[in-house]
């Protein structure tokens, strides 16, 4: 499975009072990083929201260890790859600030349709996920 980089800078609001990241502002980053990593891939959100069936990503679970904290202006590198597919999906990702860890986490992530209710990934989905 291909393991995707997403380079991030911390801005002002990334920031809390002490000018360290706020702990929030992760998520985001991580966010980002398996948003690009699906568009790596030749998926994004709007082409799935714009299928004859549409289908939105939700996180189902999310584990994160904070290792050191960043900083305004720093320059973070967040890593994403996926681990696993069937219902629901899983990835592992990390940020680092040059070869510093700064946060490990592991995401799972499952499928809705427009009604809220859980959909099985489509075969592609399963396919980019599993290195098929």
Same mark, same amino acid.
């Given at each position: &499975? ?5 380079? @991030?800078?911390?801005?002002?609001? =990334?920031? =809390?009072?002490? !000018?360290?990241?706020?702990?929030? /502002?992760?998520?985001?980053? #991580? ?15 709007? &082409? %799935? ?9 939700? @996180? +189902?679970? &999310? ?8 900083? @305004?202006? =720093? ?8 681990? /696993? /597919?069937?219902?629901? &999906?899983?990835? +592992? ?5 040059? =070869?510093? #860890? %700064? %946060? ?6 499952? #499928? @809705? ?14 396919? %980019?996920?599993? !290195?098929?």
């Amino acid at each position: &499975m291909a393991l995707g980089k997403t380079d @991030i800078r911390v801005y002002f609001e =990334d920031t =809390d009072f002490t !000018g360290r990241v706020y702990h929030g /502002a992760f998520v985001r980053f #991580l966010e980002r990083g398996r948003t690009e990593w699906l568009r790596s891939q030749g998926v994004d959100h709007q &082409m %799935l929201a714009r299928a004859e069936r549409p289908v939105y990503f939700t @996180i +189902r679970n &999310m584990s994160l260890t904070f290792h050191g904290p960043a900083l @305004i202006d =720093d320059l973070l590198t967040v890593e994403s790859e996926p681990s /696993a /597919a069937r219902a629901t &999906m899983i990835f +592992r990702q990390r940020v680092l600030k040059a =070869d510093r #860890l %700064l %946060l490990s986490a592991e995401v799972e992530l499952c #499928l @809705i349709d427009g009604d809220g209710r859980p959909v099985r990934p489509p075969r592609e989905i399963v396919a %980019l996920m599993v !290195g098929s």
